[in-house]
């Protein structure tokens, strides 16, 4: 079977593909979702590259979160968060396609600075951060730049409160199952929607656009923050109690500066007031 004149989505059931699958529907160009059997042929080298010939890549696929980092491997997290880009991109490389990857503002969890912006040197000392980090150096050593759109968004949040990769559901949880929450962590953080990640990666598609970029909401969150808004949503906020007990210092965390063409509004306010 040849996948002519196609998109081909890889991760479409993650909390981000989902968003990027619907968005990808809305044009008039069939779409192809690659599944953990496709994927792990992919990796085996069962597919010939000319089945690909004409088709663009969405690659939202990724082993991520600690317990899946755990349950999987090391070896198996390399296979899928850094070989599998590569072979990606020595397909399009082949067939002049495009390849739009997502990556992640772990790729700087070795850094020390306060901000992050794409200009910086990214480092990372973990699993994770430093498979994606491998990612994005095979894809650009692979393939030709005007070919290659890389997306560092950072821990994403959506009205889907049931979802693990959700950065909203652990806390909202809490809220409505405990009579006390102790936030520990004193950090800053930037999040993103993944409706609003998923609207600018299409429209950067739809025009031709290249390069690294930055997804981020420019308002920074901590978790006290998140709780005080979810417990006042859920009309809680007298009930429930909320303790700052923290034992260290300020952390940094990953705190994207957005690319100046690709600042994301602010949604969190209005889904957790629909909830």
């Known amino acids: ?54 088709c663009d890549f969405v690659n939202a696929a990724a082993i991520v979160g600690n317990d899946n980092i ?3 491997g090391k070896e198996e997290v390399i296979n899928v968060n850094s070989i599998l880009p ?6 399009c490389a082949i067939n002049n396609t495009r390849l ?3 990556s992640s503002n772990s790729v700087f969890d070795g850094s020390s600075l306060r901000y992050r912006r794409t200009c910086d040197e990214p480092c990372s000392e973990n699993l994770y951060g430093s498979s994606k980090l491998t990612a994005e150096k ?8 005007k070919n290659s759109l890389i997306i560092r968004s950072p821990q994403q949040y959506s009205n889907d409160l049931n979802n693990p990769r959700n950065c909203l559901m652990g806390i909202y949880y809490q809220c409505l199952n405990k009579n006390e929450i102790i936030i520990t962590r004193n950090e800053m953080f930037s999040i993103a929607s993944c409706r609003q990640i998923s609207n600018i990666i299409f429209n950067l598609f739809l025009n031709n656009q290249s390069g690294l970029f930055h997804l981020c909401e420019k308002e920074e969150y901590n978790w006290l923050d998140i709780a005080y808004k979810l417990a006042k949503s859920l009309s809680i906020s007298n009930k429930l109690k909320i303790i700052e007990g923290y034992r260290n210092n300020s952390i940094i965390n990953n705190t994207l500066v957005p690319s100046s063409n690709c600042s994301l509004n602010n949604e969190i306010n209005s889904i957790i007031e629909n909830l």
């Open 70 to 72: 755990s349950a999987f």
């Open 1 to 54: 079977m040849s996948y002519n004149n196609k998109i081909v989505i890889l991760g479409r059931t993650g909390h981000l593909g989902k968003f990027l699958y619907r968005k990808f529907q809305t044009i008039d160009r069939e779409l192809i979702t690659l599944g953990r059997n496709e994927i792990r042929k992919m990796l085996d080298g069962g597919f010939e590259d000319s089945e690909f010939k004409n």
């Open 138 to 145: 095979n894809i650009l050593s692979i393939l030709d730049p």
């Open 86 to 91: 590569a072979i990606i991109a020595k397909i």
């Open 100 to 102: 739009i990857h997502i």
